[in-house]
């Protein structure tokens, strides 16, 4: 099994910053993958935000999420703490949501694990 808990989300005003974490820990040793962060609202589909794979491959699901011209999100990570980083710039209400974590186990058969999400709401 793997542990996945996301930290760093709050209150912050329109055009603010937050940098989210993302901690995968298995006791089992497991050999984390690719890891996604997600984002939620009520009643909407959950949103891919951006992944980035074990050798540092990122991919955001919407252009205007990335890093890069007028993009706003960064995502990183750190292999050696098993740690994931999403970076959020220039926030805007429309932001607002559960921003979810997940860990992928690579193998023959390729397993998902989730974070509860933290919170982000952007509002003055």
């Known amino acids: 099994q793997v542990q996945v808990r996301e930290s760093g989300g709050g209150l912050v005003q329109p055009g603010g910053s937050l940098k989210l974490s993302c901690e995968a820990s298995?006791?089992?040793?497991?050999?984390?993958?690719?890891m996604a962060w997600y984002r939620q609202v009520p009643g909407h589909f959950r949103e891919l935000v951006a992944s980035?794979?074990?050798?540092?491959?990122?991919?955001?699901?919407?252009?205007a999420f990335g890093k890069s011209g007028n993009r706003r999100f960064t995502i990183s990570r750190d292999n050696a703490k098993n740690m994931g980083y999403l970076e959020l710039d220039s926030l805007e209400p429309e932001d607002t949501a559960v921003y979810l974590c997940?860990?992928?186990?690579?193998?023959?058969?390729?397993?998902?694990?989730w974070g509860q999400g933290t919170q982000v709401t952007v509002s003055s």
């Open positions: 997940k860990a992928v186990v690579p193998g023959t058969f390729t397993r998902n694990f």
């Open positions: 298995s006791a089992d040793g497991y050999i984390i993958g690719d």
């Open positions: 980035i794979t074990q050798i540092g491959t990122t991919d955001y699901g919407d252009p």
